[in-house]
């Protein structure tokens, strides 16, 4: 069949002018037929030449490429939605159970045949109970999953990465900080330490009551290759000033346990901190003993005194006393430096004697 288009003097071969060869090209229907009064006849005749012929091929294979390429741009549209429904599922989930500060894998881990999986694949299937694109994921034989450790270490990498630029990116925004480290040997026998910042976020969003409330808020581990205060002190300098950036005229305290390499008056890191942070220009970055560690040595002392029982049955195995302790430690003198001391002098007094 010949679709003819006009305009106001031509008629023209739609299928010749737009896929005909060169020597088509060079044909009347295709620079412009003017004998009106034979069109009809001229057209039956162009319909069964040759050229016509291999012209009207060429536009009908146009026209399925174009289909097959509209087909492959809507599978392709309905893969990516699939995939960015699952990855959705899968980074809320370890989001989720990341938060809450639950062990995510199992001993086994084979997400049909085990029965406890462990956590993280656990929910997954419970998902998939309600969710049937996230079943059909499961069950098909696809080898990418996104469902192995690798995947799931590289989400909380992202997770992990993100959470600590917020804190950072806050508490930049607060300027003033104070640093907390602390180390211990964890049970590959490294010596990991802990390295915290504590500042203060007033929310301005509420003019007349501007809520001010202080963060404590753990920033990393770094793992300790050496003990002594320079070294301690080169990884605490590394991690705030070179890999988050902070601005050492911010810095205005630091704190940690009583160990002499830490608080030591002459060669601790407490000292050492400050030197590194003297330009001369009198930066004072005093040194208190985390109350927390204070508390944490009268109870060791404590319950080494009290050899029978431990002290946390003691407390723990009678709601009066519970009851006690906590309200002892939300009183105005945990602001004491001696808080741990006057409280269990006070309970002693008041439940030992
Ligand atoms: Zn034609």
């Not at 679709?3 to 229907?29: H, M, N, P, Q």
């Not at 069964?48 to 091929?57: E, F, P, Q, V, W």
């Not at 985390?290 to 404590?302: E, F, G, K, P, T």
């Amino acid at each position: 069949m010949v679709i003819i288009f006009c305009d106001k003097k031509y008629a023209f071969c739609y299928c010749c002018w737009l896929f005909g060869d060169e020597s088509t090209k060079r044909s009347v229907w295709c620079t412009g037929y003017t004998d009106w009064k034979h069109l009809s006849k001229s057209a039956k005749a162009h319909g069964r030449s040759k050229a016509h012929l291999s012209s009207a091929i060429a536009a009908s294979s146009f026209r399925k490429k174009l289909d097959i390429r509209h087909k492959l741009d809507n599978q392709i549209t309905e893969e990516a939605k699939k995939w960015r429904t699952l990855l959705n599922i899968f980074s809320d989930t370890v989001r989720t159970l990341s938060g809450l500060g639950l062990a995510l894998r199992g001993h086994r881990e084979n997400l049909l045949e085990d029965e406890n999986p462990g956590i993280y694949l656990s929910v997954i299937k419970l998902i998939s109970r309600h969710k049937p694109i996230l079943q059909a994921h499961i069950e098909s034989s696809e080898r990418v999953k996104y469902l192995s450790k690798t995947i799931t270490f590289e989400l909380l990498d992202i997770l992990a990465t993100e959470t600590c630029q917020a804190i950072v990116n806050e508490c930049k925004s607060a300027k003033f900080f104070a640093l907390i480290a602390d180390s211990t040997t964890d049970v590959a026998h490294l010596d990991q330490m802990a390295v915290l910042v504590r500042y203060v976020v007033i929310n301005i969003d509420i003019p007349n009551s501007p809520k001010v409330v202080i963060k404590e808020s753990f920033l990393c581990f770094v793992r300790l290759k050496k003990g002594d205060a320079t070294s301690i002190c080169n990884e605490i300098t590394a991690i705030l000033f070179e890999k988050f950036n902070f601005e050492k005229k911010y810095l205005c305290g630091q704190s940690y346990d009583g160990a002499p390499v830490m608080s030591g008056g002459s060669g601790g890191v407490q000292v050492k901190l400050k030197e590194f942070l003297d330009d001369g220009d009198g930066s004072f970055v005093p040194y208190i003993h985390c109350l927390s560690h204070q508390m944490n040595l009268v109870l060791i002392h404590a319950a080494e005194k009290n050899a029978s029982s431990s002290i946390k049955v003691f407390f723990a195995h009678s709601h009066r006393r519970w009851e006690e302790i906590l309200k002892q430690s939300e009183s105005s003198s945990r602001t004491s430096d001696d808080f741990g001391i006057k409280l269990l002098k006070e309970l002693k007094k008041k439940y030992l004697v």
